[in-house]
């Protein structure tokens, strides 16, 4: 593989957004090899689970002058997960957005690095074809749009994944991916995406052996169980009345949903670059919480406001998606957002069994539930002979077209039936 010819001025340092996976791996020598720069790679903790002293060993011995582990678990939950719990966001009414919230607090940990260490340049291992690419850059032009980016895989000529582990082979890199599996995957404390291998020629049900959060909903246990989950102000705060943290209260939800199936999602979904993918995705814990977020909602949220969120949530699942994090419509539908989450506070107790939800309670100090009107026994706060003056109002428009129409009609046929003697005179 040649060095690149470039005109640009020489790379000296470049910030490398590192995993450890295929991708990144063989990345660190490729920067050396075809820049001649030093490369420092950060690895963001966001609940990979990864083992990162291991990890950080294997960038240093694969040609890393320095490695940068950042623990942003809390970051990730409280600033971005919660906001898009709180938001309703779901993007095409399936996708949790897992990868797509981990992207942006990433990158933003790898710009932070960048600048402190004087790089000239950010490097990332996102494919050509993909919505990472998208991320990460937009992110980097709202942070530090003077930094130059590297993207190798709009530059190599590696054009496969069997491409890339040749090249791993060739420069003694290790690597966890093998040619018996191929799936492509991403993990954190939100979820795990499997794409690739398999998924890419088939779209049925994915295989079994792509799963590894939850079990298998036939397998799960036969008795259903119950779990309540507590918000204040739109926060998650509690599991079964117990208030957790916010990096326990996931892995206990992830825990639970998980043995009993329940986060399974299998999505042909359009990537933001315009073509279709096909993808599985394993939310536990956030199939929950939305799933009681909404419900709290309900209950606490007026009609037309609680109708409008549903229009939000669709654009800021959108703009998540899209890699727009950083920009001023999302900080301006954030501050939507949190004035509808004020009074969502209560309690929703959720039934789990072999992969469904369902609701079981739903209490809120908040609740705009009233039995008083609401219910068939009639009280004092509603009287029913004020619908009829609220339909006419309401109906005067539709009665007033119905009245034109029949009117229009009335004097259409008449000028036919005028047309027709003058026609045919007797």
């Known amino acids: 593989m040649t060095v690149i010819e470039r005109s640009v001025p020489r790379i000296r340092r470049v910030v490398l957004a590192y995993s450890g996976g295929l991708d990144t791996s063989i990345i660190i020598p490729w920067l050396r090899e075809n820049y001649g720069c030093e490369v420092y790679a950060m690895a963001g903790d966001v609940g990979q689970g990864e083992d990162y002293q291991a990890l950080k060993q294997k960038a240093l011995k694969t040609g890393a002058a320095k490695v940068f582990v950042e623990d942003l678990r809390e970051e990730f939950i409280t600033g971005y997960l919660w906001k898009a719990v709180q938001a309703g966001a779901i993007y095409e009414g399936k996708y949790l957005l897992g990868t797509s919230l981990a992207r942006p607090v990433l990158a933003k940990r790898q710009v932070e690095v960048a600048l402190a260490q004087g790089a000239d340049a950010l490097a990332h291992g996102c494919t050509g074809k993909g919505n990472d690419q998208v991320r990460f850059e937009l992110a980097y032009k709202a942070l530090a749009p003077h930094l130059k980016v590297i993207a190798p895989w709009r530059e190599w000529s590696i054009k496969s994944r069997e491409d890339a582990l040749e090249y791993a082979r060739r420069h003694n890199v290790p690597v966890p991916v093998t040619k018996k599996d191929l799936y492509s995957r ?29 079990v298998n909903p036939r397998r799960a246990p036969d008795s259903e169980t119950t779990v309540t989950i507590g918000f204040e102000g739109g926060v998650p705060v509690s599991v079964n009345r117990r208030r957790l943290a916010p990096l326990r209260l996931l892995q206990t939800l992830n825990r639970i949903a998980g043995e009993h199936g329940v986060g399974r999602t299998d999505i042909v979904e359009n990537r933001f670059v315009g073509m279709k993918s096909h993808g599985a995705y394993e939310t536990p814990a956030g199939t929950l919480l939305h799933a009681a977020h909404h419900e709290l909602e309900t209950l606490c949220l007026d009609r037309d406001t609680l109708h409008y969120k549903q229009q939000v949530a669709l654009r800021y699942a959108e703009l998540v998606y899209y890699g727009q994090w950083f920009t001023p419509l999302r900080e301006a539908l954030d501050s ?7 009074y969502v506070t209560g309690e929703i107790v959720l039934g789990l069994w072999k ?11 908040y609740s705009l539930y009233d039995t008083s009107i609401a219910g068939f026994t009639m009280g004092s706060d509603y009287d029913q002979r004020d619908a009829a003056g609220f339909i006419n109002l309401v109906g005067l428009p539709i ?10 009609g009335r004097g259409g046929r008449r000028r036919k039936a005028a047309a027709s003697r003058r026609r045919n005179p007797e």
């Open 355 to 365: 992969g469904l939800v369902r609701v079981l309670d739903r209490r809120s100090p």
């Open 399 to 408: 009665r007033l077209l119905a009245a034109k129409h029949r009117e229009a």
């Open 186 to 214: 991403d993990q954190n404390i939100w979820h795990l995406s499997h794409e690739g291998g398999p998924l890419e020629s088939q779209l049925g049900e994915p295989p079994e052996d792509a799963w590894k959060l939850t």
């Open 336 to 342: 939507f957002v949190q004035t509808t989450q004020r």
